[in-house]
DNA sequence: AGAAGGCCCTGCGTGC
DNA sequence: TGCACGCAGGGCCTTC
């Protein structure tokens, strides 16, 4: 093996244990599953402890966290965006976002230095308490206690555009948020104010699939080529979700880690092998932030 | 109003 | 073996 044949199979290795060990970053499916996941624990039952283990993550924690949690039943479950919103017998919801790195551990062997939030549950007749461990290492999420009653006009919530998988993601709706826009397709679609939930991974694996170039003008996209990205956007979410709750049996992993999942990504963080159509696929970057394309299907020009 | 860039933060991979 | 560095990016902020 020559000096260069052998330098790209050794890249090669690196992008194959770089794929394997890659972080999955919490998007709108993440945060579904993790939900799901952690109804089981929650839902009816009856926080007997809590434990604050820093002043903030992201944004300092509300005041009187604890207190305000510390026996409170949790009524629901509610996703918005990605957020995740528990409800209580109270007056107040806790609404946390996982960040970059956040995770909900069901009964850890031991805490860790980054589990920040620690619910402890009562046992229940049919249920054995739990710990819930909220880990955010990087620390980007954020938690919050909101009126329930207040929650759709919290400012984080009233900016929120439509929830991509729900009745008002539309193409009407994507044409008029994207007319006269000349910013990348793939910047905007992590604008949560058009659509909420998208991060860029998905975005990245939407575009892929609706064959649109994320560099294309928001604008410039209109008629059949919208109406597929609308649908790729639905899809997307729905087999991720869908692969969270087929690969993992009540969405936990052994080691009681929620809301992460194995799932195949066409271009997300392949640059440099194959498309399925023969091409390869590429990176670039856009607003700071890599995309993920192959050139051979989603060529710029429609 | 829209566009562009910076900031926060830690773990991990890489190169020396 | 260790150390420095770049990279990952969601939401929020400032500047133009």
Not at 34 to 43: C, P, S, V, W
Not at 198 to 221: D, F, K, T
Request: net charge positive; aromatic share 6%; charged share 25%.
């Amino acid at each position: 093996m020559g000096a260069k044949s052998g330098n790209r199979f050794l890249a090669g290795l690196a992008r194959a244990v770089r794929r394997s060990t890659a972080r999955r970053m919490p998007e709108l499916p993440e945060v579904e599953t993790t939900l799901r996941g952690l109804t089981r624990y929650l839902e009816g039952a009856r926080i007997a402890r809590v434990r604050v283990n820093r002043p903030d993550l992201r944004r300092p924690f509300p005041e009187g966290l604890a207190q305000a949690l510390t026996g409170a039943t949790i009524t629901g479950l509610e996703r918005r965006a990605k957020y995740g919103i528990l409800h209580t017998d109270r007056a107040r919801s806790m609404v946390f976002h996982l960040g970059m790195s956040g995770r909900w551990r069901i009964n850890p062997d031991e805490l860790g230095k980054h589990d920040h939030l620690i619910l402890e549950t009562e046992a229940r007749p049919d249920h054995a308490a739990a710990v819930l461990a909220l880990n955010d290492a990087r620390r980007f999420g954020s938690v919050d206690l909101i009126d329930r009653d207040a929650l759709a006009a919290w400012a984080p919530f009233a900016a929120l555009g439509p929830e991509p998988l729900g009745p008002d993601f539309t193409p009407r709706h994507l044409a008029e948020a994207l007319a006269g826009r000349i910013s990348p397709i793939k910047v905007l679609l992590l604008d949560q104010r058009i659509v909420a939930g998208l991060g860029n991974i998905y975005v990245c694996e939407a575009l892929h699939r609706a064959r649109l170039s994320p560099a294309r003008a928001g604008g410039s996209i209109l008629g059949k080529p919208l109406a597929r990205l609308v649908a790729a956007i639905r899809e997307v979410l729905t087999e991720a979700i869908e692969a969270g709750g087929s690969t993992i049996r009540d969405y936990a992993q052994p080691n009681g880690e929620l809301g992460y999942f194995a799932k195949q990504w066409q271009v997300y963080g392949r640059e440099g092998e194959p498309c399925h159509c023969g091409g390869a696929v590429s990176r670039m970057v856009q607003g700071g932030r890599s995309s993920f394309w192959c050139a051979a299907c989603q060529p710029e020009s429609v």
